[in-house]
């Protein structure tokens, strides 16, 4: 079967498409020029969707009371529940494009995720608030990475988004196959390291779910595996947690090692643990090992690969 393409919803304006308040665009060269390459972009605007036009006048979150609304600046029209209305339709037609991401425009009213201006009657504005269309984006798919443009600059939130958009598109492209429990083993082994290196605990309770596997529903098993696979991958890996991996990696080919390629690959190891040389250099040396070695169990080890190369997600100190 041809494999599907890795679908991304998208701010329109991160593409470049003028739908700006302004009628200009905040188009992210990264995303256009970089990611476009291993993407196919789902572009929506809930501004210009919910028929505010372009140019237009600007909207803010306010304070009033205990609820947080929606308004036009200047003249304050209130459009807090046009707005809640179209994002939770807007939502659920998006089901329909079976996306494995998204990338949402930081800060604001309508797409920002996190940390957006909210203007109190008195006072400076707090950055505490969440867009009406992210807020409904993230109840409606709480399994999709999610994530804004302006957090992608950050090299380990954009190789954990990447990583996870890679691993979400593989698991449901799994779980639409027909599979048998022994098929589950098998892909929750691949990722077995990957896992792991994201948080040890979280990967021992999805080992649970899967022992457990034949006793329970299959929608269930699926749900739950989905939701626990993804809440794991979320965690940011950290050094201490790919040193650990890389070095429970040598343990199943050291002894076909000679002393000399053994302590070379260990002061890879070390170097990447003190922060001299990106993570990259001692893979490479454990991936060169295990096609020469032909060490089974690591060779199918997503860890090992778990996005292009050419994205250079692991050439950071």
């Known amino acids: 079967m041809k494999e599907s393409p890795i679908r991304i919803g998208i701010s329109s304006c991160l593409l470049g498409q003028k739908v700006r308040f302004d009628a200009g665009h905040k188009r992210d060269r990264y995303v256009t020029d970089t990611l476009a390459d291993y993407f196919e972009w789902v572009p929506v605007c809930p501004e ?7 140019p237009r006048e ?10 947080v609304r929606l308004r036009t600046t200047k003249t304050e029209v209130d459009l807090t529940q046009r707005m809640r209305t179209y994002a939770k339709r807007r939502v659920a037609r998006l089901a329909d494009e079976d996306l494995d991401g998204y990338i949402l425009k930081k800060d604001s009213p309508s797409c920002g995720m996190e940390r957006v201006k ?9 950055r505490k608030g969440q867009g009406l269309f992210a807020q409904a984006l993230l109840e409606h798919f709480p399994n999709l990475p999610v994530e804004e443009e302006g957090r992608l600059c950050d090299p380990k939130l954009r190789e954990n988004w990447v990583e996870r958009v890679f691993a979400y598109h593989a698991l449901k492209g799994f ?19 990957l896992l792991r290196s994201h948080c040890e605990m979280g990967y021992r309770e999805l080992g649970r779910l899967v022992a457990q596997a034949k006793s329970l529903p299959r ?13 794991v991958m979320k965690k940011i890996a950290t050094v201490k947690k790919n040193t650990n991996i890389l070095q429970h990696m040598l343990g199943y080919f050291k002894k076909q090692l000679d002393g000399a390629s053994r302590h070379e690959l260990l002061a890879h190891i070390e170097d990447y643990r003190r922060g001299l040389v990106p993570i990259v250099v001692p893979l490479t040396l454990i991936r060169h090992y295990v096609r020469i070695l032909d ?14 190369k050419e994205l250079r997600l692991r050439n950071h100190v």
């Open 48 to 54: 210009v969707e919910l028929g505010l036009g372009t």
């Open 58 to 67: 600007t909207i803010h979150l306010i304070q009033i009371g205990e609820d």
């Open 118 to 126: 909210i203007h109190q009657p008195k006072g400076p504005p707090k």
């Open 175 to 193: 779980l639409r196959q027909r599979w048998k429990v022994g098929d589950l083993v098998d892909f929750h082994t691949r990722y077995k390291f």
């Open 219 to 231: 929608g269930q098993l699926r749900s739950q595996y989905q939701a626990s696979f993804m809440s």
């Open 295 to 308: 060490v089974e169990y690591l060779r199918d080890q997503v860890y090992l690969n778990p996005h292009p």
